[in-house]
């Protein structure tokens, strides 16, 4: 594949990332301090994220299995996937977690299980995106080509 | 979308930078294109400072701005980190709130700016902010995910620069230089407010060598203000040893027993001739510098002004706010100088001589502090003195008319005050310094007719803000002679010198000093007084504690009228507690602030919110009782440090009650300067430094 295609073929995937939701411009923020002094700044930062995440989902997922579940903890858990994922810019994973937190404030054990739920799924799907992403990068760098800037019209 | 990548600044901006030639010389060089500014700061490349390892090359501010990033996401850690290094920060990342403060302290001066995230699980981030303001007294910004009013709110009042809220952008780090650069130059123009420039230009111009590179200081020229002010700043200011704004100086501490030899100097060779060049040679001190003595001499000129310079102001001149002190004050140097010079041992007697032939008028004996207080106010009426001064008079009048009797005995303990205050009929808002309205009527409660019209008088003609201000800061009744230097003819005693006694236990000695008798308008005696606060000033007494460092005011004397009715013994007795304390006026300057009254004992129970008017009343409740404030205050000034400086400002105009003035509590109260640290420091300087 050509770089110009392999570009094209990037663009066509991220697109769409953004559109929906899954994405947001902190992500081309990212992208943006990428350069050549740091060229593998995004995916480094990017799997810094996973592994915090995990870390935090797990932690969740342990805190509301107890029998007495301490709300504080749930709720400074969140809070930190909440600071983690915005400053990705996981937009959806964010916006689960302003949920999460409210659910937590008011102690709804049910409702922050199901919200438990649905961050661990959004987590999932962009992880998968920026995986994918991430490789479509590495593909056009390597074969000569820059990553082509987001460009969307207002 | 599109990021641009290039620096914001103009060039005329990087000028503006330039001059804080302190911040500037620490920036590594850039590759930038401003010419401009590689013009500007090229010169200044050569001026580091060896000893500061941390300074880089020349600087391209903000370019090189040291920027310590606390938080304990990793993957926001980087992103900033990233971010700070796109901005040509130099950047220290750190996951532990404990870790970082363990860096700021090893490297101190090391650091322009601190980002910390707000949670954190090892320390709370508001904790890291005081810590820092505390401690290394650097601009501190918040970060978190959390926007809403009262989390951002709660940041401010911790004393936050400036609060981001995540995800944040690269824009919003480029600007974060601004909160460094408003810091200082904040901080420099406290100084300014509380004296001419002249002497600080001259000492600057003269001597800063050491500090400033030519072609930084011709850098500076091009904005003025900031490198006077910061010279001075160092200079004058005795904060936390390590500044990384300023280069290093050697602070000077103004110890009592420094001050008294600079009094002395200063009184030999005659306020008005005192140059600092002479004085430095009287004063024979070895490691101190004409700069030293010039910055202190501009200091004390300036206390001396306000000590009796209101009488000289307009009503309209006097208002709460800081700089009107400055306005109000007079030139009467000598006699003040003389006065303070003496204070230390001069018995009441003495001093009320002194006062007398400073002020040309006869000493009289210690009158009723009741007479005196007439007197005062109606030396302040005549003067339309400032309100403040008034006020100050007013107090204590009001009290008690018996107040002479246990004028003395009463002087304050912090429950006596309490108590005092208690008896002040109305003394919130009566007392004339507290509202300045409506005091007069309630001061009057003594009967004392002429005390009413007095302060009838006074209180039209003050501001009520300062009165109230002042009526808030001395808890103690502090009364400042303050002012009126034509009230000789109107027989007002002099302010009883409210001289906190050095034995915190002591607050009657205060008085004692205070009750010196003198007909000598107020300020004259203000200026005994103050002196002698400071001697005693240090902080054991309880009292003293109460006026907390945040009252710098407090330098001002605290003219304390004590009615005649003073056993003369007590006030001799606690003349001579007053006299071992050194003159120092950052001891004389117990005016009691806002905040640190919280903190300490508060006998008065004020609060650190207390309004003005409570705190006004307080003092005069005191004064009804005889009570001294004195110790409180004396305590405070000597600790005081320079933002007590300010304070002490107000004070003045009240008349003693130093109040300070509605901006200060709030800078105070915000906690993030550590106000604490000025005091311990004894800094004389302080009171003098705004």
């Known amino acids: 594949m050509e770089v110009d295609q392999m570009q094209r073929q990037y663009l066509d995937y991220t697109k769409p990332l953004f559109l929906e939701g899954f994405l947001d411009g902190q992500f081309l923020q990212l992208q943006q301090l990428q350069d050549e002094n740091n060229p593998d700044f995004v995916a480094e930062v990017v799997s810094l994220f996973f592994e915090d995440s995990e870390r935090l989902l797990n932690d969740l997922t342990f805190s509301l299995e107890q029998k007495s579940i301490d709300f504080k903890k749930i709720d400074a858990h969140v809070h930190q996937l909440k600071g983690s994922s915005s400053s990705i810019g996981a937009q959806r994973v964010k916006n689960c977690c302003i949920a999460f937190r409210n659910f937590c404030e008011e102690q709804n054990i049910d409702a922050c299980l199901s919200c438990l739920q649905q961050v661990k799924q959004e987590y999932c799907h962009v992880k998968n995106k920026l995986e994918t992403l991430i490789r479509l990068e590495q593909q056009i760098v390597a074969a000569g080509g820059s990553i082509p800037t987001m460009e969307f019209s207002f | 979308m599109c990021f641009p990548s290039k620096f914001p600044f103009a060039p005329v901006s990087i000028i503006l930078l330039c001059s804080l030639s302190h911040i500037v010389r620490r920036f590594s060089a850039s590759e930038l294109s401003l010419n401009e500014v590689v013009a500007l700061v090229a010169p200044m490349a050569p001026s580091r400072s060896g000893s500061d390892a941390c300074r880089g090359g020349t600087p391209e501010f903000?370019?090189?701005?040291?920027?310590?990033?606390?938080?304990?996401?990793?993957?926001?850690?980087?992103?900033?980190?990233?971010?700070?290094?796109?901005?040509?920060?130099?950047?220290?990342?750190?996951?532990?709130?404990?870790?970082?403060?363990?860096?700021?302290?090893?490297?101190?001066?090391?650091?322009?700016?601190?980002?910390?995230?707000?949670?954190?699980?090892?320390?709370?981030?508001?904790?890291?902010?005081?810590?820092?303001?505390?401690?290394?007294?650097?601009?501190?910004?918040?970060?978190?995910?959390?926007?809403?009013?009262?989390?951002?709110?709660?940041?401010?009042?911790?004393?936050?620069?400036?609060?981001?809220?995540?995800?944040?952008?690269?824009?919003?780090?480029?600007?974060?230089?601004?909160?460094?650069?408003?810091?200082?130059?904040?901080?420099?123009?406290?100084?300014?407010?509380?004296?001419?420039?002249?002497?600080s230009d001259w000492n600057k111009r003269g001597n800063d060598d050491t500090e400033y590179t030519s072609s930084v200081a011709d850098a500076a020229e091009v904005v003025k203000g900031p490198k006077k002010r910061s010279s001075l700043k160092e200079e004058d200011i005795e904060l936390e040893s390590d500044d990384p704004a300023t280069s290093k100086k050697p602070r000077v501490v103004w110890s009592v027993e420094l001050h008294q030899q600079f009094v002395s100097a200063v009184n030999q060779l005659g306020l008005d001739k005192a140059v600092p060049k002479r004085i430095l040679e009287l004063m024979n001190v070895p490691g101190l510098t004409r700069e030293n003595v010039a910055s202190h001499l501009q200091k004390f000129r300036l206390y001396l002004k306000r000590l009796s310079g209101v009488a000289q102001q307009q009503n309209g001149m006097l208002n709460a706010v800081p700089g009107t002190i400055e306005s109000k004050l007079s030139a009467t140097g000598r006699f003040d100088i003389q006065a303070l010079a003496a204070a230390g041992h001069v018995p009441p007697e003495t001093l009320a001589a002194l006062h007398a032939e400073l002020?040309?008028?006869?000493?009289?004996?210690?009158?009723?502090?009741?007479?005196?207080?007439?007197?005062?106010?109606?030396?302040?009426?005549?003067?339309?003195?400032?309100?403040?001064?008034?006020?100050?008079?007013?107090?204590p009048l009001v009290k008690r008319p018996n107040i002479g009797t246990d004028f003395l005995p009463s002087v304050l303990t912090a429950n006596d005050v309490s108590s005092g205050y208690g008896a002040w009929p109305s003394s919130n808002n009566t007392m004339g310094s507290v509202r300045p309205n409506n005091s007069v009527e309630r001061v009057g409660t003594q009967n004392n007719n002429i005390l009413m019209d007095i302060l009838d008088h006074q209180q039209r003609q003050q501001p009520q803000q300062k009165q109230q201000q002042h009526h808030q800061q001395q808890q103690q009744l502090r009364q400042q002679p303050l002012i009126p230097d034509q009230s000789c003819s109107i027989n007002v005693q002099p302010s009883c010198l409210v001289v906190p006694s050095q034995s915190s236990d002591t607050p009657q000695a205060v008085n004692s000093s205070a009750s010196v008798n003198q007909n000598c308008s107020f300020g004259r005696n203000s200026i005994i007084d103050y002196s002698l606060l400071s001697q005693k000033s240090n902080n054991s007494v309880s009292a003293s504690q109460f006026p907390s460092r945040d009252t710098k005011a407090q330098g001002v004397l605290y003219g304390y009228t004590t009615p005649s009715t003073c056993s003369m013994s007590s006030i001799n007795g606690n003349f001579q507690h007053l006299q071992n304390s050194t003159l120092t006026f950052g001891a004389a300057r117990p005016f009691p602030s806002p905040l640190p009254m919280s903190d300490r004992q508060d006998p008065y129970g004020f609060k650190s919110g207390d309004s003005f008017d409570q705190v006004c009343l307080r003092n005069i409740g005191f004064i009804g009782k005889g009570i001294c404030i004195p110790n409180r205050f004396v305590q405070n000034e000597i600790d005081s440090s320079v933002s007590d400086f300010s304070q002490m400002k107000v004070h003045v105009d009240s008349s003693g009650n130093t109040l300070k003035e509605e901006p200060n509590f709030i800078n105070m109260q915000k906690g993030s300067r550590p106000m604490v640290e000025r005091y311990q420091s004894c800094d004389h300087s302080s009171v003098f430094t705004e």
């Not at chain 2, 005081?130 to 709660?154: F, N, Q, R, Y």
């Not at chain 2, 006869?362 to 001064?389: F, R, V, Y």
């Open chain 2, 359 to 395: 002020l040309g008028c006869p000493a009289s004996n210690i009158m009723s502090t009741m007479d005196q207080a007439t007197l005062l106010q109606a030396s302040i009426g005549l003067k339309h003195s400032h309100a403040e001064h008034a006020v100050a008079y007013g107090q």
């Open chain 2, 62 to 199: 903000p370019a090189g701005l040291r920027v310590l990033v606390v938080d304990d996401d990793a993957t926001t850690l980087r992103i900033i980190e990233q971010m700070s290094i796109r901005c040509r920060y130099r950047v220290t990342t750190c996951t532990e709130a404990t870790v970082a403060l363990n860096l700021l302290r090893e490297r101190k001066g090391c650091f322009d700016v601190v980002l910390s995230d707000v949670h954190m699980p090892d320390m709370d981030g508001y904790k890291l902010l005081e810590h820092v303001g505390l401690e290394m007294d650097l601009p501190v910004i918040m970060m978190s995910g959390d926007s809403t009013t009262s989390a951002v709110m709660k940041g401010i009042r911790h004393g936050a620069c400036d609060y981001l809220i995540k995800p944040v952008r690269e824009e919003e780090l480029r600007n974060i230089w601004q909160h460094v650069v408003r810091k200082i130059w904040n901080e420099n123009k406290e100084h300014d407010n509380s004296g001419s420039m002249e002497d």
